[in-house]
């Protein structure tokens, strides 16, 4: 039954997929607001493929730590497509740190350069993370929507731990404003890279901004304690939960 309601929900996802990536296009002579709607769409439709198709619910927890009415990071746990594509749902017109790779996609790189996504392209003289803190500061400045980064690079399977990247420390010091960690479970429900998608209730959990203001190894070590630590327990949750693995 898992396999029958994967295979089903799979097909309608790139179903979806395609009418996005060939609406798209009409967006790019249009105001920036009707390229989010599409990607909005998209997240919806998601939500609710899974929902009744693979009986799989997404749960936001932590609202309330949002910051309203500032600039700030978000920092987000990353093991399946599930959190990219919800962040959309519950952040408003979030800005994202994405793979250069990405812009080489047709239609699908010029849709992120529309929504301005920020790809890292080195400048002479500078460094990678130097180019990135000054990329994404002008982007902040300019256009003062949350900044969202994945700070382990990639997303990582369920029982694997990657290392965080220097980049978010990096923003972190250089635009001085809050961070808002997020824990996910997502990748026991959606693992990375495989077929399968499994019922249940996938938790992102918004957790309490870090101030700006703290020493870069102090940040850096908080950061990835306070994201582990809460992602590893909400795993335990849905393990706890769940019965209908096969």
């Known amino acids: 039954m898992i396999f029958i309601r994967s295979l089903v929900s799979n097909i309608v996802f790139y179903i979806v997929l395609i009418i996005c990536i060939i609406i798209a296009p009409i967006t790019f002579i249009l105001p920036r607001i009707f390229i989010f709607k599409i990607i909005s769409f998209q997240s919806f439709h998601l939500k609710i493929n899974l929902r009744y198709i693979v009986n799989l619910e997404v749960e936001y927890r932590g609202i309330e730590n949002i910051p309203k009415d500032r600039k700030y990071l978000i920092a987000s746990k990353h093991q399946s497509l599930a959190e990219a594509a919800f962040m959309f749902d519950a952040i408003d017109h979030p800005s994202v740190i994405a793979k250069k790779q990405l812009l080489l996609i047709p239609i699908v790189g010029l849709a992120f350069k529309k929504a ?53 420390t990096a923003l972190y010091k250089g635009l001085n404003v809050p961070c808002l960690p997020v824990a996910v479970n997502t990748g026991y429900f959606w693992p990375r890279r495989k077929f399968l998608r499994y019922p249940g209730k996938m ?7 870090i101030e700006p203001g703290l020493e870069a190894e102090d ?5 990835e304690q306070t994201i582990e630590k809460r992602s590893h327990e909400l795993l335990l949750e849905a393990q706890n939960q769940s019965t209908d693995r096969v």
């Open 203 to 209: 938790i992102i959990e918004f957790l309490k901004p």
């Open 116 to 168: 301005n996504f920020i790809y890292v392209n080195r400048t002479k003289g500078e460094t990678p993370i130097e180019t990135l803190v000054r990329t994404s500061k002008q982007s902040m400045e300019k256009d003062p929507r949350p900044l969202l980064i994945f700070p382990e690079g990639t997303r990582t399977p369920i029982g694997e731990k990657k290392p965080y990247k220097y980049g978010i």
């Open 219 to 223: 940040f850096s070590k908080i950061l």
